[in-house]
């Protein structure tokens, strides 16, 4: 039976909802938005008068959708160029979902997206329907098709690795400019001492170039060695530019509600540094310079106003 209109309409008040649980799911911008329209086509293909809850309906298939997803993205993913790294979305982006709450809002941090890589696909299907959407245990039961008891403890198993791994500090947009506007003052002075004092002792820096830009694969770990490597990344050069297309203009910015250095050239944006701030002081620099996990974050850049750079000599 075709769709009607009011069928449609429901189904794009959903959309949202959906995307910004695929997204959690996924770690991709475009495979969440990929398990979306999937999703609404076998919606299109239902007797949708016959289904007596259409939330849980398309919860379910979604979720389904994304699990097979991850199960063939750990493949992928062994044979990926370099490090791989979540699609970060900029400020103000509808796939960020949901924000009223702390949990809301780590759900979808960089930090935690990148921690989620560690889980299996039914645990962070579990984290992300509990944490993130407040989804009782005998809903994600229903939708995973496990009972209530294997759902909770799932979900605890879940968590702790999640936070086990965890050490950031949730701060407001204006502290997390402030952050980026010190670090980029440090990381452009030409000295380490700077962006020591800025790091926790243990702090980490690793990118994502696809293979198409160069990012160390290993990461950098401890202040000094994190900060001998900004403190390269940072110094201008006609290379740099060549590689990037550009001279970038540098701004202070929050990606997934981490502060964030963006760096765009002609409205493009080529990089997205995430910093994870801790107690200690910023403990990981998580670069994406991937072409192509930064489309959706050069069109959230240009459908906005962002004001003027804090830098455009690099």
């Known amino acids: 039976m075709p769709l009607t209109m009011d069928d449609v309409t429901w189904f794009e008040t959903s959309r949202p ?3 910004a649980i695929a997204y959690r799911l996924l770690g991709s911008a475009g495979e969440a938005e990929d398990a979306v329209q999937e999703t ?5 293909a239902a007797d949708v008068d016959r289904i007596e809850v259409p939330e849980a309906w398309l919860t ?6 994304c699990l097979n997803q991850l199960t063939s993205a750990r493949a992928r993913r062994e044979t990926y160029v370099g490090r791989w790294l979540p699609e970060p979305l900029l400020a103000g982006d509808p796939m960020l979902g949901p924000a009223e709450t702390a949990e809301q809002r780590d759900s979808v941090s960089y930090a935690v997206l990148t921690l989620m890589e560690r ?3 039914n645990e962070r299907a579990v984290y992300v329907l509990r944490e993130a959407f407040d989804y009782p245990h005998r809903e994600i039961a ?3 098709d496990i009972t209530e008891a294997a759902s909770q403890q799932i979900f605890h198993r879940a968590r702790k690795h999640v936070a086990d791994g965890k050490a950031r500090a949730e701060i ?3 502290a997390a400019r402030r952050v980026v506007e010190e670090f980029l003052v440090a990381a452009a002075s030409g000295r380490t001492e700077p962006l020591v004092r800025l790091l926790a ?3 980490i820096a690793v990118g994502d170039g696809g293979g198409k830009i160069p990012a160390r694969v290993k990461p950098f770990e401890g202040a000094m060695a994190v900060a001998t490597f900004l403190r390269g990344l940072f110094r201008p050069s006609d290379a740099k530019r060549a590689m990037v297309g550009g001279t970038p203009e540098i701004y202070a910015w929050t990606a997934n509600g981490d502060p964030a250095v963006v760096a765009v050239v002609d409205g493009r944006v080529v990089a997205v540094m995430c910093l994870e701030v801790g107690a200690e002081g ?3 620099c998580r670069s994406q310079v991937n072409p192509d996990k930064l489309a959706r974050a050069t069109a959230q850049w240009a459908a906005g106003e962002h004001g003027e750079p804090l830098s455009s000599s690099w």
């Not at 609404?40 to 299109?44: A, D, E, T, Y």
């Not at 379910?60 to 959708?65: A, I, R, Y």
């Open 282 to 284: 910023i403990t990981a």
């Open 17 to 19: 909802r959906l995307e």
């Open 201 to 203: 002792g243990d702090a």
């Open 119 to 121: 889980l299996s696909p």
């Open 60 to 65: 379910k298939v979604l979720t389904n959708l």
């Open 142 to 144: 229903e939708i995973l």
């Open 172 to 174: 407001d947009e204006a």
């Open 40 to 44: 609404f086509l076998r919606w299109q």
